[in-house]
């Protein structure tokens, strides 16, 4: 019995050394020591400098990169706040939100600055048009629903006065052309879509509602940031390093994009024209009035922080 005993705690051990049941705090590293690190993100414009930092890794960098694709913002959380993805670019009203409920998650940057606008179908010229019709938001904890609360308020109608529904964004461009919905507002490319195909307009640009507005953040677990806090802030600079360059080198935004999106050419040159990767930074004054306009909206009771929500100094 002893011996079997034994045995059986040498499989254990051998198991457990095997790298089953990792946690979120364990290092990962490939058979060169370079370490990995995990990152979720959703096929949009607005994890851009995720692709272009994957695209400019060396083999001799000090991190090596695995994007991990996700069809849904529940999904990709999901994984985020379970440990199965170190950190992941999301919507920053999720993350928010998710600290606010205790989930342990820290920001370090933005995703992008811009990029957004309010899609309507040809028949509607002015937000009053919108009165008895549908709209769609990808997420009701989005800066989307921010955009078409404020949109609403600046003309005299309000959430109530239309039917606000939660739509897949790759399903809105079809949904406005069969006049299932009105008009929408999503990350891009898929308002770009709709525009060039000529089957709706943008009513208004979202920094006219909301300049420097913010939507994607990159976000981390917050057990992971804690055990591999010098990978994280490798990996963080070279993110930063990804959107200074994307900034400079405005032609290989198209080039990167087309390898991770599904979108035509035409698409993407109007979608990158509304986005901007320019110090991805996040100002205090800025997590502010995110935090202001989701209280206003309802979608926030105790607001975490800024030092606690934000860890500046891994872009710094």
């Known amino acids: 019995m002893k011996r079997i005993f034994a045995i059986l705690t040498i499989l254990l051990t051998l198991f457990t050394a095997a790298g089953c049941g990792q946690s979120p705090d364990t290092p990962r590293a490939e058979k060169n020591g370079v370490k990995t690190i995990r990152i979720a993100y959703l096929p949009i414009t607005h994890a851009l400098p995720l692709f272009a930092a994957k695209e400019l890794q060396t083999a001799d960098g000090p991190v090596k990169i695995e994007l991990i694709k996700y069809g849904s913002w529940p999904e990709l959380m999901d994984a985020l706040n379970t440990g199965k993805v170190d950190g992941a670019s999301v919507l920053a009203e999720l993350a928010v939100k998710a600290k606010e409920q205790g989930i342990d998650v820290k920001a370090a940057a933005l995703g992008h600055r811009d990029g957004n606008a309010i899609i309507v179908g040809n028949d509607i010229e002015k937000p009053a048009d919108l009165k008895g019709k549908v709209f769609a938001i990808p997420h009701k904890q989005s800066s989307h629903k921010l955009l078409l609360d404020q949109l609403l308020a600046q003309n005299g109608l309000s959430e109530n006065d239309l039917t606000v529904v939660e739509m897949s964004p790759p399903e809105m461009p079809a949904a406005l052309a069969t006049k299932q919905i009105a008009g929408y507002c999503v990350a891009e490319p898929?308002?770009?879509?709709?525009?060039?195909l000529k089957n709706g307009h943008e009513l208004i640009p979202a920094q006219e509602l909301w300049p420097d507005s913010i939507c994607c953040l990159l976000v981390f677990n917050g057990e992971f940031l804690a055990a591999n806090r010098d990978l994280t802030r490798d990996f963080v600079q070279q993110y930063k390093q990804a959107g200074i360059y994307l900034t400079e080198h405005p032609e290989a935004q198209k080039t990167i994009a087309l390898k991770y999106l599904k979108a035509k050419d035409k698409v993407l040159d109007l979608?990158?024209?509304?986005?901007?990767?320019?110090n991805l930074s996040i100002p205090q004054e800025s997590y502010d009035e995110l935090i202001t306009?989701?209280?206003k909206s309802h979608l926030l009771t105790k607001a975490p922080s800024y030092e606690d929500f934000v860890d500046s100094s891994l872009y710094e």
């Not at 898929?190 to 060039?196: L, P, R």
């Open 190 to 196: 898929f308002g770009a879509k709709s525009v060039t």
């Open 271 to 278: 979608s990158l024209q509304w986005i901007s990767y320019d």
């Open 293 to 295: 306009r989701m209280q």
